[in-house]
């Protein structure tokens, strides 16, 4: 076919300039890439004209077509008023996406840098602020990922800061470059998801690469990649349909949702994309939230005393246990939740005494308990004095 002999030439001269180039030279457009060293995304690159491309671990090439450039033939697309805007392809190092016919880049506005630790409470996380050209709309893209996982998402927020109420659709879609090759099949799944396969239909599980809607409402499309750039130049919603479910071919897929956006409001539509070798479909399981460990202590005099005292200790979410020291030296080590400590004072030496508690539960978490005593000098017996 004309198409993927003119795709492979693509490829081919992408390649052969990545030789010639400095590395980071291959592409004009920005990008900020919060993937983890660690992955399995080693790469999840986000272009300021909100285009992507993603890396998997294993996969000696990236995952979007074209499959040696940052970033891809991926991203955000927007229909509204009878123009078509989209990201910047033609600054790209690379692209095959005639098939939108006209369209206008968005106007980046602003783009952060990376933040976050990668944990499931603070992901990676790199803000994309793109203006719609001169509609009053601007799109807000926050993309974020969680080391260890295999999906990453994309919240696109749309607000209208203009006078007139907007009627759009918002597409995100990508031509698929799935395990090291340009062809596949399609899949889809009871939620909406779509995306490119290894085998017909997923059956069975192999290597995907899929965008799983979160918010309600989308529709999606698998096909030939060309026909998904039509589909998306023809500024209608995607047709609910996969085309090469069963064939196999170059393949692209995606989702859309239509909204219509008063002026002032804004309204977001978020969704994961997933890549797995081994087929599993839909989003990210749920990160078990840590709970960390409490503790509770009383009983422990806050004056001087000379007399022996009864520390009482109650932890919670302590999986791992609790362990109480006395200057230092341990002197109780337990996992029940209550739990008290006998404490001779008659057989410590005056002055100031520590206390310290620590219960540690999952993930290595700590709650630490410090009390401080004092044990009194001793009264001074005075003998009777006798006189007369």
């Known amino acids: ?59 000696s090439a990236l995952e979007l077509f074209p499959s040696s450039a940052t970033p891809g033939d991926c991203g955000t697309f927007v229909a509204v008023g009878g123009t078509l805007y989209t990201p910047d392809f033609s600054n790209h190092s690379g692209t095959a996406t005639s098939g939108l016919g006209t369209r206008t880049p968005f106007t980046a506005v ?82 909406g998801g779509v995306g490119c396969a290894a085998n ?13 809607p979160i918010s309600p409402g989308s529709n999606f499309t698998e096909d030939a990649f060309s026909t998904v750039w039509n589909q998306v130049g023809s500024q209608q919603p995607f047709p609910n349909t996969c ?56 009983g422990v005099p806050s004056t001087c005393t000379t007399r022996n005292f009864t ?8 999986s791992k246990g609790t362990t109480v020291t006395l200057d230092g030296k341990r002197v109780a080590s337990t996992k029940r939740s209550k739990f008290s400590v006998a404490v001779k004072v008659t057989s410590l030496r005056r002055g100031r005494h520590v206390l310290r508690a620590v219960a540690t539960g999952a993930s290595s978490t700590k709650a630490t308990k410090v009390r401080t005593f004092s044990r009194c000098a001793a009264r001074r017996r005075v003998a009777p004095r006798f006189t007369g």
Request: hydrophobic share 30%.
């Open 110 to 191: 602003s783009q952060t840098p990376v933040s976050g630790s990668g944990s499931s409470s603070t992901p990676f996380r790199v803000t994309t602020v793109a203006n719609v050209g001169g509609t009053g709309l601007q799109v807000s893209q926050i993309d974020s990922y969680v080391a260890g996982q295999e999906s990453y998402r994309t919240d696109v927020t749309i607000k209208n800061t203009g006078s007139g109420s907007q009627s759009l659709v918002l597409y995100r879609a990508g031509d698929c470059f799935l395990q090291n090759t340009d062809v596949g099949f399609g899949f889809t799944e009871a939620s």
């Open 311 to 318: 520390a009482r200790y109650t932890s919670t979410n302590a």
């Open 243 to 298: 085309a090469m479910c069963t064939t196999s071919t170059d393949n692209g897929a995606g989702i859309s949702w239509t909204a219509s956006i008063e002026p002032g409001q804004s309204q977001t539509f978020s969704h994961f994309t997933t890549f797995s070798p081994t087929g599993k479909a839909g989003p990210p399981p749920t990160t078990p939230t840590t709970k960390k460990p409490t503790l509770k202590v009383s």
């Open 200 to 212: 017909a239909n997923n059956s069975p599980p192999g290597r995907i690469e899929e965008w799983v």
């Open 1 to 59: 076919m004309y198409v993927k002999a003119r795709k492979a030439l693509l490829s081919a001269a992408i390649s052969v300039g990545a030789l010639a180039l400095a590395p980071g030279a291959m592409a004009q457009t920005p990008s900020v890439n919060e993937g983890a060293p660690g992955g399995p995304l080693t790469q999840v690159s986000i272009g300021n004209d909100l285009s992507c491309q993603v890396q998997h671990t294993g996969d």
